[in-house]
């Protein structure tokens, strides 16, 4: 360009399109049946905990399955919200 030519027309600025533009859908999805999940495994833990304190408190026998929900379903569920944690920062940081 020489000095005294003029400068060319704007174009408008189009994002960068992402091959993964069909499935932001999908992954939405699949987060949310992960969290819902995480959740409910979470809140199943959480109330046969309850019950064991419960059971605990009255010198009751604990029922085996509140232990064995307890022991499987909450660390299950912490494991869920952990990989949706960094599956955000993830896609944050490729954005």
Do not use: N
């Not at 600025?13 to 091959?19: L, S």
């Not at 085996?64 to 940081?93: D, E, H, K, Q």
Request: some cysteine; charged content about 15%; overall charge neutral.
């Amino acid at each position: 360009m020489i000095p005294d030519e003029p400068a060319p027309a704007p174009t408008p600025h189009k994002p960068p399109q992402h091959p993964d533009d069909g499935g932001t859908e999908r992954s939405s999805g699949v987060r949310r049946v992960i969290l819902g999940l995480a959740v409910a495994l979470a809140a199943i833990g959480l109330l046969s905990l309850a019950a064991i304190l419960a059971t605990a408190f009255l010198q009751g026998a604990v029922w085996p399955g509140f232990v064995l929900a307890t022991y499987f379903c909450l660390p299950i569920a912490f494991l869920l919200m952990v990989s949706l944690v960094v599956w955000s920062a993830i896609s944050r940081r490729d954005s």
